[in-house]
């Protein structure tokens, strides 16, 4: 479990400490002012890897046609002002107390790939040097290293060019202990229904029906079916199967984040703008189940949020559970205009909003 996190030229972070991450992490704030920042920073942290950066470049729908246009420019939105000529430092303190720090510069004098970066060829290196042959090719390689406890792990190379972005080494450790859920992104029918048949392997497939519960009472029923495509269906009471894809955004996104916390235990569990698509009167039902998995399976969440409501329900669930939650609100300094990280327990959330606090950044 993360303890704490700094974060060293990032996105919109010239450097943000923060301290004190528990079970379960709330994130509120303004605009613009980093929650997704963090989220992002949290994951890559946690999972550094090449498809780490693929996804992150997903979910800020950077084209993939842009890069090729512009390669030179394939990594200036992951730096803080789009500084490339400095390092990306995140450092992190587990639970544990060992450390994990990341740290990312980019390379733009590359020109010969081959001759620079020297090692013995398996095939798919071979192919990957045949896929970027000739002198102009190469325009920028990041560098992603990963240092345990000051000792260094693994690090790997991705290389962007006018042929388009890959990685140099795929020998990297296939580390599947975090799960981002963007803001906006549906996983396909497919994937959900993967998840679903793990759950039923585990027998945990009933939790998901618990939270379809919490957000329909009227729902008796989900199974995975494989006619044509892999596929979910929820029953209604005195109703025919249908479709989960018929249903709301809400249904299929409480889909994901179940299925996620229940097929990984020993986890972290990132959520962007977790309220969309929950009805207020939901809200805290939902908190529950997910308080109640994260103590289970030992899943460590962080979340985003603008809703009041959802802030409001987060505390009346988190009463029941002691001391596994807290809530951070990220603002500027007033004098420094610095991004900060301000931490509350529940009893002090609780008391803020009581007495017309700000707690969303207002």
């Not at 060992?98 to 980019?106: D, G, L, M």
């Not at 095939?123 to 560098?143: P, R, T, W, Y």
């Not at 599947?176 to 959900?192: D, G």
């Not at 497939?205 to 269906?233: M, T």
Request: include cysteine; hydrophobic fraction near 40%.
């Amino acid at each position: 479990m993360i303890k704490n996190i700094e974060i060293k030229n990032f996105r919109c972070f010239d450097n943000l400490k923060v301290s004190g991450f528990e079970k379960i992490n709330l994130i509120s704030g303004k605009n613009n002012v980093g929650k997704t920042a963090l989220l992002e920073a949290l994951f890559l942290n946690s999972v550094p890897r090449p498809d780490t950066i693929s996804l992150l470049r997903q979910v800020r729908r950077e084209q993939s046609s842009f890069s090729k246009a512009l390669p030179e420019r394939t990594w200036n939105n992951f730096f803080f002002k789009q500084n490339k000529n400095s390092e990306l430092v995140i450092d992190a303190i587990l639970e544990n107390g060992s450390s994990k720090r990341i740290e990312i510069f980019v390379d733009e004098s590359v020109k010969d790939l081959e001759n620079t970066y020297p090692q013995d060829h398996d095939d798919d290196n071979e192919k990957i040097i045949s896929l970027f042959s000739g002198s102009q090719s190469v325009l920028s390689v990041m560098h992603l290293k990963t240092r345990i406890n000051d000792q260094e792990a693994f690090e790997t190379l991705i290389i962007s060019s006018a042929k388009g972005v890959i990685a140099r080494d795929i020998k990297v450790p296939d580390i599947k202990n975090a799960f981002f859920i963007p803001s906006f992104l549906r996983v396909s029918n497919r994937e959900l229904t993967d998840e679903f048949d793990k759950a039923r392997l585990n027998e945990r497939e009933n939790e998901l029906l618990k939270a379809f519960q919490a957000i329909d009472s009227s729902i008796i029923g989900v199974e995975s079916f494989s006619i044509g495509e892999p596929n979910l269906y929820v029953t209604r009471e005195g109703e025919s199967r249908l479709s989960l894809s018929l249903f709301g955004d809400a249904i299929n996104r409480i889909a994901d984040i179940i299925l996620r916390i229940v097929n990984n235990e020993n986890s972290i569990l990132l959520i962007d703008e977790i309220e969309n698509g929950i009805h207020h009167s939901n809200q805290s039902a939902f908190w529950n189940i997910l308080y109640r998995l994260a103590s289970e399976l030992n899943v460590q969440i962080f979340a985003t949020t603008h809703s009041l409501e959802m802030i409001e329900a987060f505390i009346k669930a988190g009463s029941e559970h002691e001391n596994i939650a807290a809530h951070f609100e990220l603002t500027k300094h007033l004098k420094t205009g610095r991004i900060v990280a301000i931490k509350r327990d529940l009893d002090t959330l609780e008391y803020g909003i009581s007495h017309n606090k700000g707690v969303r950044g207002e």
